[in-house]
């Protein structure tokens, strides 16, 4: 297998502080944007939104601005530029108490109308149970949809659900949200969304240790019933890429490359049929359990920018790769 390219440090935790959850977005301008969760901890602690930028592709990246740091904890930001220029950036909020027990306080968004450089207060979606994993995406018609998960009131299982705005992510229609996959035994979890022409996919996290795929051929108000994967995903991110296939990174909760939740890939050069069958390949592995939760960006054609996170060394690392790694099983 041809060999990774050296690993770019993104970003760096202030003293005493972790860096999380990288999401990394490529604006019609080129420029680089990286949102992560900064943190004593993964959990049991209150965290802030923190982003960089960078116009060289990946090489070099901008001092760390905040871009929400609220009473509680702010974890798990995702980020999206919609066809006018606005960037959103959307994250959820804990409240943890002296226990290590939490209370979800729901999903927030933030704006920018200036690339990231500046950011609106966070407004609430309106759902306090549900959470959010995956960026938002815009649709045919202009829509922006927002992918959720949790445990509705009187129910035991979390769902995945997805919530509309009509009006750019200004405001979103939370008592019309669509459920995209229940069922009496799943938890379904961190939903991510793909718009692949007229299609959108659904990957899914579950509690069986494989991600499942649902689609919708109407903008997202109805989905098809959630099939397994072969894809022992956690934390996964899904790329359209600029010939049509799609670059899947994910936490791989099984120790065929390593004992730790390592970051693979695979590109699925068929996205319209099953996404099972491609080869997996290792992207990263920072040699610590708590690691993972990749994101990529295409940043040439058939050239990427694959963001984790290193806890050992409190930074956001990125890999660069190219399409002939993931043709390659190792």
């Known amino acids: 297998m041809a060999k990774m390219t050296e690993t770019i440090i993104v970003a760096r935790a202030e003293p005493g502080l972790l860096a999380h959850f990288p999401d990394l977005v490529r604006l019609k301008n080129g420029r680089l944007l990286a949102v992560y969760r900064e943190g004593v901890g993964h959990v049991r602690s209150d965290g802030r939104i923190r982003v960089v930028d960078s116009d060289d592709d990946g090489t070099t990246w901008s001092e760390a601005r905040t871009v929400a740091d609220g009473k509680f904890d702010d974890r798990d930001p995702k980020i999206v530029e919609l066809a006018d220029g606005t960037v959103l950036v959307n994250f959820f909020v804990l409240d943890w108490d002296a226990e290590g027990g939490h209370a979800s306080l729901g999903t927030y968004v933030s704006r920018s109308g200036d690339g990231g450089r500046t950011w609106s207060e966070p407004r609430a979606v309106g759902l306090d149970w549900a959470v959010s994993h995956g960026a938002a995406v815009q649709v045919s018609g202009g829509d922006v949809l927002l992918p959720l998960y949790g445990t509705p009131p009187g129910g035991h299982r979390e769902q995945a659900l997805v919530v509309r705005s009509t009006d750019g992510g200004h405001s979103w229609l939370a008592d019309e949200a669509v459920v995209m996959a229940a069922d009496d035994e799943i938890d379904f979890q961190e939903p991510t969304l793909t718009v692949i022409g007229a299609e959108i996919v659904a990957l899914i996290r579950t509690i069986s240790g494989y991600a499942y795929l649902s689609r919708s051929h109407d ?31 994910y936490g791989d909760l099984t120790p065929r490359f390593s004992r730790h939740r390592d970051t693979v890939g695979r590109i699925v050069t068929d996205p319209g049929g099953s996404w099972d069958g491609y080869p997996d390949v290792p992207v990263y592995d920072s040699g610590h359990h708590d690691q993972a939760n990749p994101s990529s960006a295409e940043i040439a054609p058939g050239r990427f920018l694959t963001l984790g ?22």
């Open 219 to 249: 903008g997202g108000r109805s989905w098809s019933r959630p099939k397994r994967t072969d894809m022992p995903a956690s934390s996964h991110h899904a790329l359209p890429l600029a010939d049509g296939s799609v670059l899947v990174t």
């Open 309 to 330: 996170f290193d806890v050992p060394q409190a930074t956001v690392v990125g890999i660069v790769t190219s399409a002939v790694h993931y043709r390659q099983a190792p």
